[in-house]
């Protein structure tokens, strides 16, 4: 691969990540646990441009700045991990406690600008200026903190699919691949900055490897594309601490499986009803943003009491429920002979859904089969009958 090819495809992932940025920002997406995504984008884009610009200009005229790139590593790991954390509990405040996930990279620049310094930098340049072992640091960060932030996804998977029906759904699958692929290329970058360092100016094929940011940017700008809601800030986020809702159904005494409800059987009866006469005649589901609590304010009961109705008279979590009824719909708009021109896409946003490929899963999942295939033998076994 040419130099020049490299330089090129930097510069062209520098460009897509300031324009992400612009994105998140005019999304205000800041106002949530995205604000460490913008900051993790633009550390990536300084990482690109200090890569594109000559290393000895840099030497040369800006060292401090050019001593920073190989520092940057350790950020990757504490944005990834408060992303997700506080993406996944957006009432959790920023605190200073919060500050010390960047110690690493802290020391490390102490270490940097004390370098020439008997006092600090004799302690700091053992750990931080030996290249194997200011390699065993960054990966030791970026393997923890994204072991961490896998763990907080994969602890609020229940919550997800308990409360959310779909667009919050999409956005919880789509933060596993994140964490995945931002490991994955935060290993690649702290290699590529050590094997740079080390075999200056014989291994300068190195500096290849960091079109792997520039992959991952383009990779977070189609899914900015091709699913926008993916980036739409939603407050309540999969962990609610208390119903918004003031129940209006008496208790009398409590159930056996839930036994700190205190739905009557009769109560159940009620909420169910309710229930199924709302779901057939206002059709909430078609709204992809729908929570239970939205869905338990309609039905007029709080969302604990919903979920209970839920599982014991449904056997079904909320987003089981909800899609559902979005398959049924689905159903009746692919055999409707006036959208018989109808893209599968358009029928899956017109059944409530906020992603084809959701779309896609569920239908499969609940009918065994694909929407065009549902479509195409529903239609011959038709004229079969009628033929």
Same mark, same amino acid.
């Given at each position: 691969?040419?130099?020049?090819?490299?330089?090129?495809?930097?510069?062209?992932?520098?460009?897509?990540?300031?324009?992400?940025?612009?994105?998140?920002?005019?999304?205000?997406?800041?106002?949530?646990?995205?604000?460490?995504?913008?900051?993790?984008?633009?550390?990536?884009?300084?990482?690109?441009?200090?890569?594109?610009?000559?290393?000895?200009?840099?030497?040369?005229?800006?060292?401090?700045?050019?001593?920073?790139?190989?520092?940057?590593?350790?950020?990757?790991? =504490?944005?990834?991990?408060? &992303?997700?954390?506080?993406?996944?509990?957006?009432?959790?405040?920023?605190?200073?406690?919060?500050?010390?996930?960047?110690?690493?990279?802290?020391?490390?620049?102490?270490?940097?600008?004390?370098?020439?310094?008997?006092?600090?930098?004799?302690?700091?340049?053992?750990?931080?200026?030996?290249?194997?072992?200011?390699?065993?640091?960054?990966?030791?960060?970026?393997?923890?903190?994204?072991?961490?932030?896998?763990?907080?996804?994969?602890?609020?998977?229940?919550?997800?699919?308990?409360?959310?029906?779909?667009?919050?759904?999409?956005?919880?699958?789509?933060?596993?691949?994140?964490?995945?692929?931002?490991?994955?290329?935060?290993?690649?970058?702290?290699?590529?900055? &050590?094997?740079?360092?080390?075999?200056? =100016?014989?291994?300068?094929?190195?500096?290849?490897?960091?079109?792997?940011?520039?992959?991952?940017?383009?990779?977070?700008?189609?899914?900015?594309?091709?699913?926008?809601?993916?980036?739409?800030?939603?407050?309540?986020?999969?962990?609610?601490?208390?119903?918004?809702?003031?129940?209006?159904?008496?208790?009398?005494?409590?159930?056996?499986?839930?036994?700190?409800?205190?739905?009557?059987?009769?109560?159940?009866?009620?909420?169910?009803?309710?229930?199924?006469?709302?779901?057939?005649?206002?059709?909430?589901?078609?709204?992809?943003?729908?929570?239970?609590?939205?869905?338990?304010?309609?039905?007029?009961?709080?969302?604990?009491?919903?979920?209970?109705?839920?599982?014991?008279?449904?056997?079904?979590?909320?987003?089981?429920?909800?899609?559902?009824?979005?398959?049924?719909?689905?159903?009746?708009?692919?055999?409707?002979?006036?959208?018989?021109?109808?893209?599968?896409?358009?029928?899956?946003?017109?059944?409530?859904?906020?992603?084809?490929?959701?779309?896609?899963?569920?239908?499969?999942?609940?009918?065994?089969?694909?929407?065009?295939?549902?479509?195409?033998?529903?239609?011959?076994?038709?004229?079969?009958?009628?033929?």
């Amino acid at each position: 691969m040419p130099v020049q090819l490299n330089i090129f495809l930097l510069l062209f992932g520098g460009l897509q990540g300031l324009l992400l940025s612009l994105f998140l920002a005019r999304k205000k997406t800041y106002r949530n646990g995205y604000i460490f995504l913008i900051i993790y984008i633009l550390v990536m884009l300084l990482q690109i441009t200090l890569k594109v610009v000559s290393k000895i200009w840099l030497m040369e005229n800006m060292r401090t700045i050019y001593s920073l790139s190989y520092r940057l590593p350790f950020l990757y790991g =504490p944005l990834v991990y408060l &992303f997700v954390v506080y993406l996944l509990m957006p009432n959790r405040r920023f605190g200073l406690k919060d500050l010390l996930h960047f110690a690493p990279f802290v020391i490390a620049i102490l270490a940097m600008l004390t370098y020439t310094q008997v006092n600090l930098g004799s302690f700091l340049t053992g750990a931080f200026f030996n290249p194997a072992k200011n390699l065993s640091l960054q990966v030791a960060t970026i393997g923890i903190y994204h072991i961490l932030a896998y763990r907080q996804w994969l602890s609020s998977g229940r919550p997800a699919k308990d409360v959310f029906s779909d667009l919050s759904k999409l956005q919880f699958k789509w933060l596993k691949s994140f964490i995945i692929l931002s490991a994955i290329v935060s290993l690649v970058i702290a290699l590529a900055v &050590f094997f740079m360092y080390i075999y200056y =100016p014989h291994w300068n094929h190195a500096r290849f490897l960091f079109v792997a940011l520039t992959v991952f940017i383009y990779w977070i700008s189609y899914t900015a594309l091709s699913q926008p809601s993916v980036f739409t800030v939603i407050n309540g986020q999969f962990k609610t601490d208390s119903p918004p809702f003031v129940p209006k159904l008496v208790v009398h005494r409590r159930t056996k499986k839930y036994s700190n409800s205190g739905l009557t059987t009769e109560d159940i009866s009620v909420i169910r009803l309710a229930l199924q006469k709302l779901m057939t005649e206002k059709k909430p589901y078609l709204n992809p943003e729908i929570t239970i609590n939205d869905l338990a304010a309609l039905v007029k009961c709080n969302r604990h009491h919903l979920s209970q109705v839920l599982n014991e008279s449904f056997h079904r979590s909320f987003y089981d429920y909800v899609n559902q009824y979005r398959v049924e719909e689905a159903k009746q708009l692919l055999l409707d002979p006036v959208r018989e021109d109808h893209k599968i896409a358009s029928i899956a946003y017109d059944s409530g859904f906020n992603s084809l490929s959701t779309f896609n899963d569920v239908f499969k999942k609940m009918t065994g089969g694909t929407p065009s295939q549902f479509k195409k033998v529903t239609l011959i076994s038709s004229r079969q009958q009628h033929g």
